[in-house]
Nanobody, 121 residues
Framework: QVQLVESGGGLVQAGGSLRLSCATSGGTFRMGWFRQAPGKEREFVATINWSGSNTNYADAVKGRFTISRDNTKNTGFLQMNSLKPEDTAVYYC?????????????????WGQGTQVTVSS
């Protein structure tokens, strides 16, 4: 069982930045970030392997978002720069017990409660 708690969401103007954090209960897992806008399905944002040496991003955020993790502190991060109104969503961090790369929400075993990110134009 992995417990995850997101924080760091809020309201920001277009072009601004936010840093999301995901505090975990520890363990060995792949971490992913997903988001869900009103009326839309949950979508993949980014994923990082256990060691932090390999990352993958959705095309919509590539070059603007950076995923990272600090296993000594059992915490993951999502640095979001150059935010756009279309980035507005509830952001979730998730853990996958198997360590191979997957980007579908159905492939992740544990989820946080989510944190709201709102980008105004």
């Amino acid at each position: 069982q992995v417990q995850l708690v997101e924080s760091g969401g809020g309201l920001v103007q277009a072009g601004g930045s936010l840093r999301l954090s995901c505090a975990t209960s520890g363990g060995t897992f792949r971490m992913g970030w997903f988001r869900q806008a009103p009326g839309k399905e949950r979508e993949f944002v980014a994923t990082i392997n256990w060691s932090g040496s390999n990352t993958n991003y959705a095309d919509a955020v590539k070059g603007r978002f950076t995923i990272s993790r600090d296993n000594t502190k059992n915490t993951g991060f999502l640095q979001m720069n150059s935010l756009k109104p279309e980035d507005t969503a509830v952001y979730y961090c998730a853990a996958r017990r198997r360590l191979d790369i997957k980007t579908g929400p159905q492939d992740y075993d544990y989820w946080g409660q989510g944190t709201q990110v709102t980008v105004s134009s």
